[in-house]
């Protein structure tokens, strides 16, 4: 009887504890180098010279540049990446520490050093959509 309401316990904690500590968000600080401010850059990855013709962007040989895309997930470079449903190619976003960064990541790709993608970058302020809305809510209250 009291291991089973221990359990009982246990699990009333561990399920609600989720709603009491949420979890980090994104636009906080994981660690004390992430403090520095990040710039914030589009890549639009576009068809290259080495573009199988005909062949859709899921059929192309982008093995080595997801493989990159990952890894730059992992270090914290690239926040969103994915190709374009209409088979023009893909699109990147990037948060690094300046355009120099920025640049070497795209130079470093194997798809672009292939000539499977050619691109485009730009820098990109993002707003703070959510805090708009709060104010915005707040304000026809």
Same mark, same amino acid.
């Given at each position: 009887? !009291? =291991? *089973?309401?221990?359990? #009982? #316990?246990?699990?009333?904690? %561990?399920?609600?504890?989720?709603?009491?500590?949420?979890?980090?968000? %994104? *636009? /906080?600080?994981?660690?004390?180098?992430?403090?520095? @401010?990040?710039?914030?850059? +589009?890549?639009?990855?576009?068809? $290259?010279?080495?573009? %199988? *013709?005909?062949?859709?962007?899921?059929?192309?040989? +982008?093995?080595?540049?997801?493989?990159?895309?990952?890894?730059?997930?992992?270090? &914290?470079?690239?926040?969103? @990446?994915?190709? %374009?449903?209409?088979?023009? $190619? &893909?699109?990147?976003?990037? /948060?690094?520490?300046?355009?120099?960064?920025?640049?070497? #990541?795209?130079?470093?790709?194997? =798809?672009?050093?292939? &000539?499977?993608? !050619?691109?485009?970058?730009?820098?990109?302020?993002?707003?703070?959509?959510?805090?708009?809305?709060?104010?915005?809510? $707040? =304000? *026809?209250?």
């Amino acid at each position: 009887m !009291v =291991a *089973t309401v221990a359990s #009982i #316990i246990l699990f009333l904690v %561990l399920s609600l504890a989720p709603m009491y500590c949420p979890a980090q968000s %994104l *636009t /906080e600080t994981v660690n004390p180098q992430q403090t520095a @401010a990040k710039a914030t850059y +589009l890549v639009v990855y576009r068809p $290259g010279p080495a573009w %199988l *013709t005909g062949k859709s962007v899921m059929e192309q040989p +982008l093995k080595e540049h997801g493989k990159y895309m990952l890894s730059l997930y992992i270090k &914290g470079s690239m926040r969103l @990446a994915g190709p %374009l449903t209409d088979n023009a $190619g &893909g699109a990147v976003l990037l /948060e690094v520490s300046d355009e120099a960064e920025a640049k070497a #990541i795209v130079a470093n790709d194997p =798809a672009v050093k292939s &000539g499977s993608f !050619v691109y485009e970058m730009h820098p990109w302020k993002l707003q703070p959509w959510e805090e708009f809305a709060k104010k915005a809510k $707040g =304000a *026809t209250q």
